[in-house]
């Protein structure tokens, strides 16, 4: 994104150190390091505020409290600002997803993702195949009003979300 967008200062934030660090040293080795910023913090206390735009990437259903960063994603944005959301490609109805794909998120969902959540404080646990109005449900919850899907691959769906 700080590639596309030379003239835009980006911040990234991750609670895992590790992470962090070698974000950090791949914004040098690409001479991106003047425009990027990556801290640890979690996705409910990262700071700053009057955010243009936010993007979680496939992480919102790893979450510890994944309507307790979205309050917090919708008090760091501006007041015109956008929350983008990519999450793995889920159907509502678990019949719908067993299909290849389907069936690999739910294996991820089991040995990762859930066990992520639950090894943090609130543990609700979506899992890698909550779906879309699972997604919607968490978002509004958390205080936005405009919820949309705004793309999808056969394996990640892009919503849109604004307070």
Not at 28 to 34: E, F, I, L, Q
Not at 63 to 78: E, F, I, T, Y
Not at 103 to 123: A, D, I, K, M, N
Request: hydrophobic letters at 40%; proline letters at 4%; a negative charge.
């Amino acid at each position: 994104m700080a590639q596309a967008f030379p003239k835009s200062r980006f911040f990234g934030f991750d609670y895992h150190d590790q992470s962090i660090e070698a974000a950090r040293e791949s914004a040098k080795r690409s001479g991106m390091a003047d425009r990027v910023t990556f801290e640890v913090a979690r996705a409910k206390d990262f700071p700053g505020e009057g955010y243009d735009f936010v993007a979680v990437f496939d992480c919102l259903h790893d979450m510890s409290d994944p309507v307790g960063a979205p309050v917090h994603v919708g008090q760091s944005l501006a007041k015109d600002g956008t929350w983008m959301i990519v999450e793995p490609f889920a159907n509502d109805q678990l019949k719908d997803n067993l299909n290849a794909v389907g069936r690999v998120y739910y294996s991820f969902s089991t040995l990762l993702c859930t066990p992520c959540s639950r090894s943090q404080e609130v543990g609700l646990c979506l899992g890698a195949q909550a779906g879309e109005a699972r997604i919607r449900e968490v978002v509004m919850a958390a205080g936005f009003n405009q919820f949309r899907r705004a793309a999808e691959t056969p394996f990640n769906i892009v919503y849109e979300a604004r307070a």
